[in-house]
């Protein structure tokens, strides 16, 4: 089966297990979902993607349920290692409404899951998987918000984690994190990249079992964010977003949103004209999708050497973009860079508006922003905004952006004459 948005539903293999199975997205061979450790497809090394034979529709989904496996129907267990996570909030933010100039904004702020970032999602389903395979040791390699949410949900089910970082270059809250949910933290010499391939020979040797979003079943958890958007603006609006806005790294929400939408495509819950445009942000200094995307590329080129402020999306070589590039082009969306100033000045803009988010959070709404200066987005848009990472995930960052404590006496006329200058 093509990325495609297709209303055509998938016709289960003979290895289907309870109407599911993996699909390779190159060769379509298929898989049993559970017989083996599996991340890739055996024929052609291809990227995998979890098919289901039935497609629920919104009214299928469990109205008594809240976050993540309310949409059980959608995902591969029927529950999983759970930590409360999913049904974050999807706020308002009225001033950079109003600035932008557009029909609607809002702001799906995923740093408000149980570990402060959207990865809970993926990992509430991944360790769920890996203890249904029976695997010993659980490995990601992360800029700091993967190892968190492994550490947190490999610590929940009682698993071996293991966390590969690249030296120097995680933010210390989410060091903090992995460190005090029991993790083991090995720092490498070397970038993000270099950790993941590191990982990668790990998990093909049998040493661990990698949740990377490279690993098919940490997507189905992250396209509950889509389902949640869509059935929020359905609610508020009575319409679906026209637009989701959303940081890039691995580019695993880019391909777990399009999953997300193309299911309800088939499911007959959706149709083609309605899916919303995916638009991928990135900085300026890691950029490799947006460069395929502005060259008209199939393939992303990896990028050896990548700097930017925003640490989470600092990656060099998206494992997902085979997934995401097809998701952008079929909804008829884009990618954008933006520079590190363009990320700060957007932070700013958000606690402005008492929503607090690490900096590649803000890269959604700096990225909007430019594309609204040029026309690109139109004023009588829908707009839905994906941050991915709380506050204090970095807080040297938000230190940085803010402002400055002031000396005063320890007495009230200093204050007052403090607060005249």
Request: with cysteine.
């Amino acid at each position: 089966m093509s990325l495609s948005l297709s209303s055509e539903r998938p016709t289960p293999p003979a290895v289907a297990v309870d109407g599911a199975w993996l699909e390779c997205i190159d060769c379509a061979d298929s898989y049993a979902p559970f017989e083996a450790v599996r991340y890739t497809c055996d024929a052609c090394d291809g990227l995998l993607e979890v098919r289901y034979a039935d497609l629920p529709t919104f009214d299928d989904f469990d109205s008594d349920a809240t976050g993540v496996w309310r949409y059980a129907d959608a995902l591969p267990l029927e529950s999983g290692v759970s930590i409360q996570e999913g049904a974050t909030p999807l706020y308002e933010v009225p001033r950079l409404e109003d600035e932008l100039g557009l029909e609607a904004l809002r702001i799906k702020h995923e740093g408000m899951n149980p570990t402060g970032s959207f990865k809970d999602r993926g990992m509430t389903v991944g360790v769920a998987v890996a203890r249904e395979l029976g695997v010993s040791r659980l490995a990601c390699a992360s800029t700091g918000n993967t190892s968190a949410a492994l550490a947190a949900y490999g610590s929940r089910a009682g698993m071996e984690t293991l966390v590969l970082l690249p030296a120097g270059k995680v933010a210390a809250g989410k060091v903090a994190q992995a460190s005090l949910h029991g993790a083991r933290i090995l720092e490498v010499d070397g970038n993000f990249d270099a950790c993941l391939d590191v990982v990668q020979e790990l998990a093909a040797r049998g040493e661990a079992y990698l949740l990377n979003s490279l690993n098919p079943f940490r997507l189905e958890g992250q396209k509950t964010i889509g389902l949640e958007i869509l059935e929020a603006f359905r609610e508020d609006y009575d319409a679906w977003p026209d637009r989701i806005v959303l940081p890039v790294g691995n580019a695993g929400n880019t391909a777990a949103l399009y999953k997300a939408f193309r299911e309800l495509v088939q499911a007959g819950d959706l149709d083609r004209e309605d899916v919303p445009t995916l638009t991928g942000v990135q900085a300026e200094g890691a950029a490799p999708m947006v460069e395929a995307i502005e060259n008209g590329a199939d393939e992303v080129r990896r990028w050896a050497d990548v700097e930017t402020r925003a640490t989470a999306i600092r990656i060099g070589n998206p494992v997902n973009a085979p997934k995401a590039l097809p998701g952008i082009r079929e909804t008829g969306g884009t990618a954008v860079a933006v520079s590190d100033a363009e990320i700060t000045a957007a932070q700013r803009d958000l606690a402005g508006e008492g929503i607090g988010v690490e900096p590649a959070s803000a890269a959604s709404i700096a990225g909007l922003r430019k594309l609204r200066e040029v026309g690109a987005v139109d004023a009588d848009e829908r707009v839905a905004c994906l941050t991915t990472g709380h506050l204090l995930k970095d807080p040297d960052a938000a230190a940085a952006a803010g402002a400055e404590p002031e000396p005063v006496p320890a007495d009230t006329d200093g204050v007052l004459e403090a607060l005249t200058e």
